[in-house]
């Protein structure tokens, strides 16, 4: 009887068992050899091979490896499934094939242990591709039972604490990792394709900067001086633009000391690109340009369905904050939303909290966020933001107290922010002083006063535009993940 068939049978008897068997198996030589040669991959195999006929009289041989799914022994022969990086390829061990000894071995293996098979193609009477071995070996000996079969790896919890095993069950799992290379690897073509170049900036700063979070803090202990982990790399790239350096981006993790959900982990992937003598009108044509590239790639088109609804992504809709605000909730007159104490009210009353020095524009962009942000499921771009929640975006010649901000949202939530970029070094200095007093204020958020930015300024930063896009967002959309777990390898969990 299989340990998959006798659920009552303690892990960790199993796990004595198998240490025993481990324990044979060094008594005869090498426990753990290194010297086997993989020929193929089972992936290729079946895309070569499946349904040829008068496969067996070509006696094609192969040589493949990798870990035992499933195990049927019966008498003289037996059917082993082995699954390796590309997929699943079934063997025949029999005993005119391996010898009677080598079949006996066999079958004292268990399920999860990687093994090595040699042998030829041949296609059984059911029609599947299978290797008939020639030689068999146990390449590691795993010690621990894999989840029950029928039922697999359910409990979340342990798919998140235990990728590894998450991954040996879940095909599902395997693909939608695939998928997030897939979709780096289509951002950074499309980025070079544009003649932008890509640069790494430092993780660890003097000063955190680029945006407003809580940072997390570390301690460099040669310079007894405070560094923190970055929370956007955005006053670094600028700083290349400065240089010279017209086109740069870059695809890294930043780091935010703050909660956590199913769209927030404190270490996520994002990509900043800034270009000179380029606007945040460039910057939307970019994002758009980029989403709708990678999608085509990822999906094959541009309407995909995000958890059981459709979503668009063939048009990207312009709206203001005011714009968006009145589309999603008309109940709210023009009077009220430039009314200061009705704002307030409003947003007390959503669950939010005003901030006190706000002017008009940063009330009516904290009632958007508490009522409309939710609402924006098809790509839309939020323009026009305040000056007091932007410190880092040019101000708009044209309309006073405005920035040329914008903000991308789809399903319910942020995907990219950019702005033509302040270079004013005087206004940055300004804004940064404004910061502080906010930060003293009890703003733990608030930016803090990066006096070498203002001085690479003073020498001047070219017109420039520039863009964040949150990778693992992005991800999450393009392949229906509910969560940010989902598509984050090794996500942060409270200790077990």
């Known amino acids: ?89 079934q063997a025949y061990i029999a005993n005119d094939g391996v010898g009677s000894d080598s079949h006996d071995e066999f079958k004292r293996w268990d399920m999860g242990d990687i093994v090595a098979i040699s042998g030829t193609l041949f296609i059984t009477r059911t029609g599947e591709l299978t290797i008939k071995a020639s030689s068999i070996r146990l390449l590691v000996k795993s010690l621990r039972p894999l989840p029950e079969k029928f039922h697999g790896l359910t409990d979340q919890e342990q798919k998140y604490r235990q990728r590894y095993l998450d991954l040996i069950m879940n095909e599902y799992s395997r693909d939608v990792f695939a998928k997030r290379s897939q979709i780096v690897q289509g951002v950074r073509s ?24 809580k940072p997390f803090v570390t301690h460099h202990n040669a310079l007894d001086m405070p560094l923190y982990l970055r929370i956007a790399p955005e006053l670094y790239l600028k700083r290349l633009v400065v ?36 606007d945040y009108h460039r910057m939307m044509e970019m994002t758009e340009g980029i989403i709708q590239s990678v999608a085509r790639q990822a999906t094959g088109g541009l309407h995909i369905q995000y958890q059981g609804k459709p979503v668009d992504l063939s048009r990207f809709e312009r709206l203001t904050v005011v714009e968006a605000i009145k589309k999603y909730n008309p109940e709210y007159s023009d009077e009220q939303l ?73 399903v319910g939530r942020e995907l990219a922010n950019g702005y033509s ?3 004013d070094p005087e206004d940055q200095a300004a804004r940064f002083m404004q910061q502080v007093q906010q930060k003293e204020a009890g703003d733990d958020e608030a930016m803090h006063y990066d006096a070498d930015y203002v001085r690479a300024l003073e020498f001047g930063l070219p017109p420039t535009g520039g863009c964040g896009i949150g990778i693992d967002r992005l991800v999450m959309l393009l392949t229906d993940s509910a969560s940010i777990r989902d598509v984050v390898l090794f996500p942060q969990m409270r200790p077990e």
């Not at 935010?256 to 199913?262: F, L, P, Q």
């Not at 009522?371 to 939020?382: A, S, V």
């Open 190 to 213: 499309y980025m070079v394709g544009e003649q932008y170049l890509e640069v790494e900036t430092p993780m660890m700063h003097p000063i955190p900067g680029g945006a407003t979070a």
């Open 421 to 423: 970029e302040l270079n």
């Open 243 to 278: 240089g010279g350096l017209e086109r740069v981006f870059e695809i890294n993790r930043s780091f935010r000391n703050e909660g956590m959900s199913t769209r927030h982990n404190p270490e996520f992937t994002m990509m900043e690109f800034y270009e000179a003598y380029a």
């Open 338 to 410: 430039h009314d200061r104490a009705w704002l307030k009210a409003e947003i007390v009353r959503l669950g939010g909290k005003p901030v006190v020095i706000d002017g008009i524009g940063g009330l009516q962009f904290s009632l958007f966020e508490e009522c409309t942000e939710t609402k924006l499921w098809n790509p839309t771009f939020i323009v026009d933001y305040p000056i007091e929640v932007s410190p880092l975006a040019r101000a708009s010649d044209s309309k006073p107290g405005i920035t040329e901000r914008f903000e991308l949202f789809m």
């Open 1 to 89: 009887m299989s340990e998959h068939t006798s659920l009552s049978q303690d892990e960790n008897q199993i796990v004595a068992e198998r240490r025993q068997k481990l324990k044979a198996i060094r008594e005869k030589g090498i426990a753990f050899p290194n010297d086997f040669k993989r020929s193929h991959f089972a992936r290729e195999l079946h895309a070569k091979y499946d349904g040829k006929e008068g496969l067996e009289a070509e006696q094609i041989e192969v040589a493949v490896a990798g870990r035992m799914m499933l195990k049927r022994v019966m008498g003289k022969a037996s059917f082993a499934t082995l699954q390796d990086g590309s997929g699943r390829i």
